[in-house]
């Protein structure tokens, strides 16, 4: 878990004065201020970095102390031991022997960060450490949290070529995670004592130790319910999840391309404890039908013979919106395009059609 070097993070060197420090910070600062780069997550973030290290480097005092900090790493000081929260004041062996948790708590009193008076073990410095080093973990990790809302489900259909033109409606089967219904979430077979969890005494989450750091996990065995069952439900496995099948109708944008996604909320999973559904995507293949689409324009083929194009002629051409009479020019070649205007596909944004092309071919 190392320091973050600060002195990087300005462009400057650690002999810099006051004022080179100063200057760098305003051309950072304007270079990355969230005004200048609306919705750049990482300029956003850069800016409070800047905004860190010139805090500390700009007080002389917290500036002394932050190299005391340094040092202390430097000389070989186990930080991983001291974020677990021992409550034991420890020393790395400088001049004066000086204590750790002194240097924390002067540093970063008035950052929100420092100790209570007379509490002074690193339970208190958990932020600290997530602004101070550059290994962001914190003191007690979670994993497998679960969100207020299920996860999306992605489901690809196919349809006619005719429905993806005209636009309408379609029913499609989706797999998803629901809340068993037989034992309403509980993981327990209706009927059976349910009594506290034995593996993680009703807290829902066990602990365990990795890497210097305490991991809370979800209970395996009720799942973060905190209560369990020697009977487990019969349908779900006790896990209070059960798979199912849904039935749901969905809206065909006309115009609609091969590729194209939309979104349908709350018709994804949703397991216990969680408040609602995720979204559902359903991403389009569309047939050809016999023609060909790019962008808005819709291509059909029209195959003659020799003899027809030499002549000339009237054809019956099925265009998406209906048939009509088209007349083939006298001495038409091969590959020849015969347009007619607003009969291609609409645009699903805009709502203004393309155009129809009949691709002659000649035998």
């Known amino acids: 878990?190392?320091?973050?070097?600060?002195?990087?993070?300005?462009?400057?060197?650690?002999?810099?004065?006051?004022?080179?420090?100063?200057?760098?910070?305003?051309?950072?600062?304007?270079?990355?201020?969230?005004?200048?780069?609306?919705?750049?997550?990482?300029?956003?973030?850069?800016?409070?970095?800047?905004?860190?290290?010139?805090?500390?480097?700009?007080?002389?005092?917290?500036?002394?102390?932050?190299?005391?900090?340094?040092?202390?790493?430097?000389?070989?000081?186990?930080?991983?031991?001291?974020?677990?929260?021992?409550?034991?004041?420890?020393?790395?062996?400088?001049?004066?022997?000086?204590?750790?948790?002194?240097?924390?708590?002067?540093?970063?009193?008035?950052?929100?960060?420092?100790?209570?008076?007379?509490?002074?073990?690193?339970?208190?410095?958990?932020?600290?450490?997530?602004?101070?080093?550059d290994n962001n973990t914190s003191t007690a990790r979670e994993e497998d949290a679960s969100p207020t809302v299920g996860d999306d489900v992605t489901v690809r259909i196919e349809i006619p070529f005719a429905l993806a033109m005209s636009g309408g409606e379609t029913i499609i089967k989706v797999p998803r995670d629901a809340v068993c219904d037989r034992c309403s979430g509980t993981g327990t077979e209706p009927g059976a004592k349910v009594a506290t969890c034995t593996t993680c005494g009703g807290r829902g989450k066990i602990q365990y130790a990795q890497g210097g750091f305490i991991i809370n996990k979800t209970c395996p065995r009720c799942g973060g319910r905190g209560k369990a069952s020697s009977l487990e439900c019969a349908r779900c496995s006790g896990s209070g999840t059960a798979r199912e099948t849904q039935k749901i109708r969905v809206k065909v944008p006309q115009g609609v391309f091969d590729g194209a996604k939309i979104k349908i909320k709350a018709q994804g999973d949703m397991r216990p404890g969680q408040q609602g559904r995720g979204s559902l995507y359903v991403i389009f293949k569309v047939e050809d039908g016999g023609y060909t689409r790019e962008n808005d324009d819709i291509y059909y083929p029209l195959k003659l013979t020799k003899k027809q194009a030499e002549k000339g002629m009237e054809v019956k051409v099925p265009t998406i919106t209906g048939g009509i009479i088209m007349k083939v020019p006298a001495k038409t070649e091969n590959g020849k395009l015969l347009r007619v205007k607003g009969r291609g596909a609409v645009n699903m944004k805009s709502g203004i059609r393309g155009d129809f092309y009949v691709k002659v071919k000649v035998k």
Request: glycine fraction near 12%; hydrophobic fraction near 30%.
């Open 1 to 133: 878990m190392s320091i973050k070097d600060y002195y990087s993070i300005l462009g400057v060197g650690k002999q810099a004065t006051e004022d080179q420090m100063k200057s760098a910070y305003r051309k950072l600062a304007k270079q990355y201020h969230p005004d200048l780069n609306p919705g750049n997550k990482q300029a956003e973030e850069k800016f409070k970095e800047i905004n860190e290290a010139y805090e500390v480097l700009s007080d002389k005092k917290k500036r002394a102390q932050y190299e005391q900090v340094k040092e202390a790493q430097s000389r070989g000081y186990d930080f991983s031991n001291a974020r677990q929260g021992t409550g034991q004041r420890q020393s790395y062996g400088g001049s004066g022997g000086v204590d750790i948790n002194d240097i924390l708590s002067g540093m970063f009193s008035g950052m929100g960060g420092g100790a209570k008076k007379g509490k002074q073990d690193f339970g208190q410095f958990e932020n600290i450490f997530d602004m101070f080093f």
